[in-house]
């Protein structure tokens, strides 16, 4: 069984959409990684940190999905990372209303001994410095090493965020963020810029619009799903990205031919995880509705034109 | 050889785009249309009107695309239909600058004794009364009736508007007029509802980001190709509308699965209309960059993910 190790965020979140609002609840993106990778049956460990106000129910909860948390440090007298944001109508933009920062100010991510011959790594959305500090961790290289990233680190650390990018196999970003940190509108042309800088495969997230995944010339696009209703779309980003790197690790195949199809599962994942808030629908998922919906999937963008 | 008719504006346009801008050149939706489904060999007559500064060398250009002019009335002592519009830096927005309507304002559309037994009929982004005048003097039902339509139409004669939609067989509209017209955010739902007030098949044009068709509770997804540079937006809605009513009256085939080819093949042409000012790259396009462009689509949609 192949190994994934997930570095990121294990917080808590405050919802607001316009259907309704959370408390505090469980959310961080290593947590919605590692929930939709779960769904492969690979060994997957998270490197995070949390505060002494962090539930033992939360640390069980990934446990019986089989996700090591020996890599989440407990930082007793500290608190967790907090998010709120409130979504506006739309539930295409949102409002950051608090970022307390609190443990992950001065995180210091420590690989556990059992995952440092990880055959898969994820670099879940967080400072640069600290996911260069888990890649430093790691003596031999993983078979592939996806990286997740955001505006923030370009607008504040992008000579760290880059010394990043030029080591990893798949950058995953939104299209602003791609135009951002390429200079170019056209998305085919932000992808061979970012070739450039390092990752050989390029993902392109474009929330209900589908996404795109570059490599050496050749594209392939996944549709989001049509929904009736977006619930939440709170780690939507994260659940596909762990769907797409799930996949990957339970194949170990790092074709372009298998990336698609990975990038398809995490598609399909995502389209779940907004359906409620939070991770709840996550949680409880069955193989059955996840096969039932790659047939959608099928249906919505398979087609038989003849070429002559 | 199946009938075509194409009801819709024949105009000049004056574009300005971050690439560079034209004086009045040939423009309007019937000629996106006609010129569009001209690839498709059917045999296609607009119904439209323009004045007596309409250079004879354009008419002559659509003829010598099969393209039947006798419906195109043309009224000596008056001007054509012009449009001025800009667009700004990311192609996805314009401003209008001018809009003469000149000709077009009183315009009585009277379909050619030769088109009243027409198979296929598209109505063009026009007004509701102009579109309903044409479907009153086809005396034998089309086999399939398609309309084109905007949100300056719903807007401001909304009644005609929903008269015309009433009898028509599929609609295409892009998303922010879809739930516009159908009052719902999720474009699902939108469908939904204009499915109940007649189309069967409802189109949704997202752009950059693809086109939906929905019938029946069925959904199929085109995407656009992603392209390194977009030249010149005005007309691919046109043209996409062109290929897909094209593709139709070819084969002669109103089934889903059909459609689904039909609105790759939109998206295709769409694809080229936009690389140069204008009508230029339709008016030079050959079937062999049809068929190339037909396989990318394959290349960028199909996947063999397994279902267990």
């Known amino acids: 069984m192949n190994k994934l190790l997930v570095v990121g965020t294990v917080a808590f979140d405050a919802i607001e959409t316009p259907f309704g609002k959370t408390d505090k609840i469980l959310g961080g993106a290593a947590t919605y990684i590692s929930l939709s990778a779960s769904q492969f049956g690979v060994n997957s460990g998270i490197v995070s940190v949390v505060g002494g106000d962090f539930p033992k129910e939360y640390l069980e909860k990934l446990n ?9 440090e407990i930082i007793e007298d500290g608190k967790t990372f907090f998010w709120k944001g409130k979504y506006h109508n739309d539930l295409n933009t949102r409002d950051t209303l608090i970022t ?4 992950l100010a001065n995180f210091n991510p420590v690989v556990p001994e059992e995952f ?16 260069m500090a888990v890649i430093k ?5 993983p078979k592939l090493v996806v990286l997740d990233t955001m505006n923030f680190w370009m607008d504040n650390t992008l000579d760290e965020l880059m010394e990043v990018i030029a080591k990893i196999d798949v950058i995953t970003i939104n299209d602003e963020e791609a135009r951002q940190l390429s200079g170019e509108y056209s998305l085919v042309r932000a992808a061979q810029k970012i070739h ?3 990752p050989k495969f390029v993902v392109i997230k474009k929330g209900e619009h589908g996404a795109l995944l570059f490599n050496n010339g050749n594209v392939f696009f996944a549709p989001a799903l049509p929904l009736e209703e977006v619930f939440d779309p709170t780690g939507a980003g994260d659940t596909f990205a762990g769907g797409f790197i799930g ?27 907004v359906e409620k808030f939070g991770t709840e629908r996550m949680e409880n998922l069955s ?3 996840i096969e ?8 919505l963008t398979q087609f038989d034109i003849e070429l002559s």
Chains 1, 2 share one sequence.
């Open 137 to 141: 961790q790691i003596p031999v290289r």
């Open 287 to 289: 193989k059955e509705e």
């Open 64 to 72: 019986a999905k089989n996700i090591n948390t020996d890599g989440i």
């Open 196 to 198: 450039k800088m390092g």
């Open 116 to 131: 440092k011959n990880t055959d898969f790594l994820m670099l879940g959305n967080l400072h640069p410095a600290v996911q």
């Open 247 to 273: 996949h990957i690790a339970k194949s170990g195949d790092i074709s372009f031919e298998n990336m698609k199809r990975a990038v398809i599962s995490g598609s399909n994942l995502a389209s779940f995880c």
């Open 100 to 103: 307390d920062l609190n443990v």
């Open 292 to 299: 039932k919906r790659l047939l959608q999937f099928k249906l």
